[in-house]
């Protein structure tokens, strides 16, 4: 079963405009990842979040992270084309199961 | 560094056969996770194995199953292939011993089409 859910589903923005997509989960975590997928292909690992973090950059990557909220969010600046894919949040709770429990995804189309 | 690979890329089976999909992680890493992802289900977490042994698994029934050899190199096999076991097949391999506490690097995927 999937831990949560992401918001919106779709985003369609204009390119150098700023996406914004939204996790929410359900149980304790020890991190929370956020992944990209092109159009069917293998996840690409972008930024990992832990619990007691609360924000963390990655070049025009921002992740917040609001635990007694259970929810993260993803920004990315200045979008370009090329981030058309579809984004995924996954979770590692914090009890002895390590796998990732993934969001159902947001699929973000940059139009040129 | 190479990345993770999988071999098939593309598989097309009937109903009732059974398939071995398998993983080559990133050298140096010694857990190997596999996952299922359709368009209903989304991404869902089948098994994972560490220095050949499964420490994890999803909820999965027994027709799905894997291993892991000694050079971490990962296999899972599905028997009695059912239509809906038609999906796209991920491996991603870990850097430590903790699993998903780290970020996990995935492979290309394994499409699988039962029919």
């Known amino acids: 079963s999937q831990q949560g859910e992401e918001d919106p589903q779709a985003l369609s923005i204009q390119e150098g405009e700023n996406a914004t997509m939204n996790c929410s989960y359900k149980?304790?975590?020890?991190?929370l990842q956020w992944y990209r997928q092109n159009s069917g292909r293998g996840l690409v690992h972008l930024i990992l979040i832990r619990s007691n973090e609360r924000e963390k950059h990655s070049g025009r990557l921002r992740v917040t992270l609001d635990t007694s909220k259970k929810s993260s969010s993803l920004l990315i600046t200045a979008s370009r084309a090329a981030d058309t894919a579809s984004y995924f949040c996954a979770t590692v709770s914090s009890g002895s199961a390590r796998q990732l429990t993934f969001g159902s995804g947001t699929q973000l189309t940059v139009l040129p | 560094k190479a990345g993770v690979t999988q071999t098939p890329r593309y598989l097309i089976k009937t109903r009732g056969q059974q398939v071995t999909l398998s993983c080559s992680p990133i050298?140096?890493?010694?857990?190997v996770s596999w996952y299922q992802q359709t368009p209903g289900q989304g991404l869902q977490f089948l098994f994972e194995y560490f220095s050949e042994t499964q420490r994890n698994k999803g909820n999965f029934p027994g027709r799905f199953s894997g291993r892991q050899f000694s050079n971490s190199r990962s296999e899972m096999n599905v028997s009695t292939l059912e239509l809906g076991d038609s999906a796209l097949y991920l491996c991603?391999?870990?850097?430590?011993?903790?699993?998903?506490?780290?970020?996990?690097?995935f492979g290309p995927g394994t499409r699988l089409t039962v029919l």
């Open positions: 991603a391999s870990s850097s430590t011993g903790t699993g998903g506490y780290n970020e996990q690097f």
């Open positions: 050298s140096g890493h010694r857990s």
């Open positions: 149980t304790s975590i020890n991190n």
